[in-house]
């Protein structure tokens, strides 16, 4: 973690990522991608998602969340920063001169040989499944359907625990504390998401936000009541509900929003503490 002279106000209270273990080059033009942005506007133009607008200008890194190329060894020749995501990238090389982005994990250096398999060594950035993997081992990049890629525990710091075996299914405890059942089919990484003090990160001024394109929060209680729920009052009042609400009228704050009859409740064994 990076921390700064309290020359400003602002400086005072900032904290930034340490970027020093990463190699000094330019992003792999083969892998980079725009994509437009639609900055909270849906197809009719209209703000549908608050808060969302400006930000600087990044290309989109590809980055192979699945196992393309299986028991194929590969060299990792650089660690990367992606602005897209909290958690740093990796450059993987073939021999076949094939390069791909992955998420780095915690540890990985560069000139390590990692490789995709069905059964693999238990070596941080291997990746295998799940049901080959011993209890207790840390995992990231989870697949929730077999062969659909990796879909969970990829943000910075974060790693699911292999807790039992049960019947083809594994039990894996999820970085939110819930436990969940995934078949032994799907595939995962060894490892932990790199750059796990990035929950440290204090962005100490309101402009570095602008640049990441997030846009003033302004409270209810603040607004009028044509505009929210909470608003009205001469000078600051209490919201007068029993319960807090959404903009839109529906109650906010501890309200359980999960569909009841969803498919994926009967694999949740555990749900997450409070």
């Known amino acids: 973690m990076k921390t700064y002279k309290p020359t400003t106000p602002a400086r005072r209270g900032m904290t930034g ?5 990463l ?20 197809s009719s133009g209209r703000i549908t998602v608050r808060h969302k607008g400006g930000g600087v200008k990044k290309l989109y890194r590809i980055i192979e969340f699945s196992q393309t190329k299986m028991n194929s060894p590969a060299k990792v020749t650089a660690l990367e920063y992606d602005p897209n995501r909290t958690g740093f990238i990796a450059l993987i090389e073939y021999s076949d001169k094939t390069k791909q982005y992955i998420i780095a994990p915690q540890g990985l250096e560069v000139g390590q040989e990692i490789i995709f ?32 890629g990796g879909l969970i525990v990829r943000s910075a710091g974060s790693s699911a625990q292999i807790l039992a075996f049960d019947e083809g299914y594994i039990n894996l405890k999820m970085p939110s504390t819930e436990v969940r059942k995934f078949s032994g089919e799907c595939f995962a990484s060894i490892g932990m998401v790199s750059n796990p003090e990035n929950r440290f990160y204090r ?42 609400k959404t903009p839109w009228g ?9 569909n009841k009859k969803k498919w994926s409740s009967k694999l949740i064994i555990q749900r997450r503490k409070k």
């Open 23 to 42: 190699t000094k080059k330019s992003p792999e033009k083969s892998l980079l991608k725009y994509v437009k942005r639609d900055v909270g506007r849906g």
């Open 17 to 21: 990522i340490d970027f020093s273990q």
């Open 250 to 258: 529906k109650p906010a704050l501890g309200v359980k929003t999960r």
């Open 117 to 148: 398999s069905e059964v693999a060594p238990l070596t941080v950035g291997n990746r295998m499944k799940l049901k080959n993997i011993p209890v207790g081992t840390a995992v990231y990049n989870v697949e929730l359907e077999p062969g659909k």
């Open 203 to 244: 962005v100490g001024k309101a402009g570095k936000n602008r640049h990441k394109g997030i846009r003033p929060t302004v409270r209810g209680s603040a607004m009028n009541p044509v505009d929210h729920p909470h608003g009205g009052g001469e000078g600051r009042q209490p919201i007068g509900l029993k319960h807090p």
